[in-house]
Each structure stands twice: as C-alpha cells, then as structure tokens.
C-alpha cells in the first residue's frame, strides 16, 4: 500500500486546480455534503484488493479488480438516494440505500444505509457453481472540505442476510453469523479537470465474508483483513 500513499501525498502536494470550496463540495462523491433535490453525481471506479493468502494461496483467477458505478440522488430533507453496480466479470453486486446529512461549515457529516444483492457463477473446467445473496451495510460518514480537495472517513458494518450457493444440482443455504464484520475506509478527492475529480481511497475491512472472494469457498470461520484500494472518477 505503499505506492498508494506515495501518490496521495504528491497529488496534495503538487495539485494545481484550486476551485472554490462550493465546487469541492458539490462534485465531490464520498464527502458527505447536501445534494439538492433532483441534483445528480454519479461516478466510475476501480477496486483492487488484497485478499488473504491462507485462502487463495497463489491463484490469479481471485485477484480480478472490481468495476463500479454508483450515483447519488438528491431528496428534500438533506435525504438522498445513492445505488451502484460493481463487478469482476464472475461476480455482480447490486446496490441501492438512502442517507440524511448534516452540514456545519467545513464539517460533514452522513448516518444511513444500503441493501446489496450478490449473484455470482462460474462455469469452467467441469466446474459449474453459482451464489446468491442478500447483504446490508449501516454506514457513517464524516468528511472536511480543505481549500482544494476534501477527505472523508467512512465506516460500514457488515450484515449478511442469506447466502445460497449451488454446485451443479446441489444447492446449500450456508450457516452464517449475521453480522460479519465492519470496514473503515478514508477518501480524498480531488479536481481533475472542470467538475470531474479523482477519488484516492484506502478501505480496511474486518469481515467473515467478502463477497468478491466467495469462489474460494473459504471454511474458515474468522474475520479477515482484506486491504482494498479505490480509483474513481466523479462525472
């Protein structure tokens, strides 16, 4: 991870777009700031993870990114509705949630929650599978807007509400504890040209289950720390 932090710290130190703090707050993606009802952000990322070695050994077939799209939708009230997509090609996850926000000055600050369905297949070298499920993240944000850029600090917990895999005509609903964990994650974002800013993030999860590594039927029943870093582009 260390690579990642070199370019944080020189995107902030050599940054050349200094808009006003309006525009940081309006176009920024992670920041907790009020969208105005009907207002509109939407943003393309990339996932990359560090998954644990004890459970994928050194098989590449694991290791494939996530691709995302989320959007946010803004509501009276300081409510609004964020949904996304994310997957690797085997797996997809479909995500939609509302959260209230709560603005002082620099300061922000974001209590909600969202409800994700999973589904994945592989069918490859006489290996034929499939999973589904449901999951929920409550979440807490908090973020401060800086002159040029802004930084915010998110916390997920994890619930897994069912989680059914099937291996050819056998299908097993697994037994699983519904709270799975939690993840931190910190992210700076930042103009990159007009309103569209790159998004640099750092995300901790503490999990039982992480649905991209579900191919790996891991038996284990302890959480892991899996490291993620996250690029996007807010549009």
Known sequence: MKWI?????????????????????????????????????????????????????????????????????????????????STNLITLNISLGSKWTYEFNNLSLSVGGDAAFFIGALDQFDFKTKIRGWMAYPNLSLGYCFPNFSVTVKSDLILVFDQTAKTGNIEVTSDFKTISGFSVGVFIEQPLWKNNFFVMGIKANFTRFYYPMWITFSTFDRPFFIPEAIFSINL
């Open 5 to 85: 932090l070199t370019i944080i710290f020189f995107q902030l130190l050599f940054g050349t777009n200094y808009p006003q703090e309006d525009d940081i707050k309006n176009n920024s993606f992670y920041y907790p700031h009020i969208l105005e009802s009907g207002a509109y952000i939407h943003s393309l990322g990339l996932t990359t993870a560090n998954l644990p070695e004890d459970i994928v050994e050194s098989d590449d077939e694991f290791r494939a990114p996530l691709f995302s799209y989320k959007a946010k939708f803004g509501l009276p009230e300081n409510i609004l509705l964020e949904g996304g997509l």
